[in-house]
T-cell receptor, first 111, second 116 residues
Framework: DAKTTQPPSMDCAEGRAANLPCNHSTISGNEYVYWYRQIHSQGPQYIIHGLKNNETNEMASLIITEDRKSSTLILPHATLRDTAVYYCIVRVVSYGQNFVFGPGTRLSVLP | GAVVSQHPSRVICKSGTSVKIECRSLDFQATTMFWYRQFPKQSLMLMATSNEGSKATYEQGVEKDKFLINHASLTLSTLTVTSAHPEDSSFYIC????????????FGPGTRLTVL
């Protein structure tokens, strides 16, 4: 699976959009981009995933660049409850394989 | 989304005792479940892959005789920490793949184990 690079930490004002970047310059054509987050002392929570096209759900939007070498997770109106560690993971669809978690980005939403 | 539960959420035990942690997929069937361990301020580390009806696959450095995994049904996997010691104190998290949702995996809320 391709390696990802994320900033270790970010701050965001409550009510503003939080834009979390992820670089995956070695991504291959059959690898998806997944985003999870982990709120303190809880298990990771699935947010969104995509292959080529931008994706949106009730939690967030995922913007993938045309060359697929980077992506951005957007939380449109961050709340204090969005404070968490956000993990960007790229991987092929492989039903017997686990997810490999890097250090992620610690997002702090400030009042 | 799919829901995965874990029980207990927190356990404190004496050194030398065994502790069983249950992981259940509540609204989907999971042929594969994963067990992770997370130490403070670190990321999740895979311990083992649990396949329904077959033996678990352990990651290098994880003792299979110490961390017993049973995946007897499509909705339940158990992790038993045998003869627990203080160094086994950690946050244990399971995940399950929802076969009806591609490769997306859903994680349980975790179990905090403290060995005295």
């Amino acid at each position: 699976d391709a390696k990802t690079t994320q900033p270790p930490s970010m701050d965001c004002a409550e009510g503003r959009a939080a834009n979390l970047p992820c670089n995956h310059s070695t991504i291959s054509g059959n690898e998806y981009v997944y985003w999870y987050r982990q709120i303190h002392s809880q298990g990771p929570q699935y947010i969104i995933h995509g292959l080529k096209n931008n994706e949106t759900n009730e939690m967030a939007s995922l913007i993938i660049t045309e060359d697929r070498k980077s992506s951005t997770l957007i939380l449109p109106h961050a709340t204090l409850r969005d404070t968490a560690v956000y993990y960007c993971i790229v991987r092929v669809v492989s039903y017997g394989q686990n997810f490999v978690f890097g250090p992620g980005t610690r997002l702090s939403v400030l009042p | 989304g799919a829901v995965v539960s874990q029980h207990p959420s927190r356990v404190i035990c004496k050194s030398g005792t065994s502790v069983k942690i249950e992981c259940r997929s509540l609204d989907f069937q999971a042929t594969t479940m994963f067990w992770y361990r997370q130490f403070p301020k670190q990321s999740l580390m895979l311990m083992a892959t649990s396949n329904e009806g077959s033996k678990a696959t352990y990651e290098q450095g994880v003792e299979k005789d110490k961390f017993l995994i049973n995946h007897a049904s499509l909705t339940l996997s158990t992790l038993t920490v045998t003869s627990a010691h203080p160094e086994d104190s950690s946050f244990y998290i399971c995940s399950a793949r929802d076969g009806g949702a591609g490769d997306t995996q859903y994680f349980g809320p975790g179990t905090r184990l403290t060995v005295l």
